[in-house]
């Protein structure tokens, strides 16, 4: 346990290498500053954007101010302990004077989003040191933060996506025809089309293409996240968010269902509408009928147990209209989502009951007792 018996331990892990790292940083402050102090002890342990793990000092900045993006900069070096025996960090200079105090902790919480984070990378690293996490496992945190095989395993459980195309080594395309659809797929498609980076999150790298002319140049800005592209048909209709917590019992629970709703003039939902921009309004919860709020609710239970999901997760949707009645198609689901200020995820659960210190408790408390790796 901690040096402090009474307490809990948590290394809040934050920044990363991906595209994602100040997003990271933002959350990490959010969730540092709602786990309660006379319950736990906090180590805020910070990656930098080469790789480098840090316990941050205390004056490291961690918000978005004036539309300038955190980073994870100076502090002390430590490293993952990967001998299951040592149960946490090692600091690299021996001669810190807060070394010996980072020897062991409890549980991480790795508030990471993005490649060598919520990929399952750092969740393989995590197993292999011993240590409880918050979160999914490798293998539902790789299979999320794959568009292409969250689509499939979807698909194979039953759940509706929207039609697409995946475009692989597109990093390598040497001329702009090199990566172009044939004229069947891009009849198919139709017009919008967003070409994504495969692997990847906060609208990073995403292109809205509403002329086949744009495609190369959206392309090359996806590959340049990730060679690997998709390329998915514009699904129309309200764009609705539900979040999935493990229950006490390790079943999921669904949150209210929210929706997002953009000002005119905004097109979609890009990184600058997320965070810099002043360009959606929330309704939390969602105007929906009861049917449509549990048809959503459903949903998303069955999407995060057609992943393997644990622990968290929330799941992004259209709802339209078909021949049929409703149309309701999942976009994507994401193992860590954003835990800033106006992140979609902890204000759902607000409006569902479960206040934002309770919504960390409970997810370090699972990991801790093994509930939100309880089989299902």
Request: hydrophobic residues 45%.
């Amino acid at each position: 346990m901690s040096g402090n018996p009474a307490k809990v331990r948590v290394a809040v892990v934050f920044g990363g290498r991906s595209a994602e790292h100040a997003i990271s940083c933002v959350s990490a402050a959010s969730v540092m500053a709602a786990l309660d102090r006379d319950r736990y002890e906090v180590v805020p342990v910070g990656i930098a954007t080469d790789g480098r793990w840090v316990l941050t000092d205390p004056d490291q900045r961690l918000a978005i101010t004036d539309g300038t993006l955190p980073e994870v900069t100076g502090g002390t070096p430590v490293s993952l302990v990967g001998d299951p025996a040592g149960r946490g960090l090692a600091v690299l200079d021996p001669s810190a004077a807060r070394g010996p105090a980072l020897t062991e902790v409890d549980v991480v919480f790795p508030v990471l989003h993005g490649a060598y984070g919520e990929d399952g990378t750092i969740q393989g690293l995590l197993e292999m040191a011993g240590l409880p996490y918050v979160g999914s496992g490798v293998f539902a945190s790789a299979a999320s933060m794959d568009k292409e095989f969250t689509k499939k395993l979807l698909a194979a459980a039953g759940l509706p996506q929207g039609d697409h195309v995946v475009l692989r080594d597109a990093a390598g395309a040497v001329s702009p025809d090199a990566a172009l659809l044939d004229d069947a797929a891009r009849e198919r498609l139709g017009l919008p089309v967003f070409v994504k980076p495969a692997r990847a999150g906060s609208s990073i790298g995403i292109t809205r293409v509403t002329d086949w002319e744009q495609f190369p140049a959206a392309v090359a800005e996806a590959a340049a996240v990730d060679p690997k592209v998709i390329v998915e048909a514009a699904v129309p209709g309200r764009e609705i968010e539900c979040g999935v917590l493990a229950g006490r019992d390790g079943m999921p629970e669904a949150s209210l269902p929210a929706e997002i709703r953009l000002h005119p003039g905004v097109d979609w939902y890009d990184f600058a509408a997320k965070y810099l921009d002043d360009a959606a309004d929330f309704d939390i919860p969602a105007d929906l009928s009861a049917g449509q709020t549990a048809t959503v609710r459903e949903a998303a239970r069955r999407a995060y147990l057609a992943l393997d999901c644990r622990g968290l997760a929330r799941v992004d949707f259209f709802l339209g209209s078909g021949p049929d009645g409703d149309r309701l198609v999942i976009n994507e689901v994401n193992t860590m989502p954003g835990f800033t200020s106006i992140s979609m995820f902890a204000r759902m659960w607000a409006a569902t009951g479960v206040d934002f210190a309770e919504l960390v408790d409970r997810l370090v408390t699972g990991a801790l007792d093994g509930g939100s790796r309880t089989a299902r």
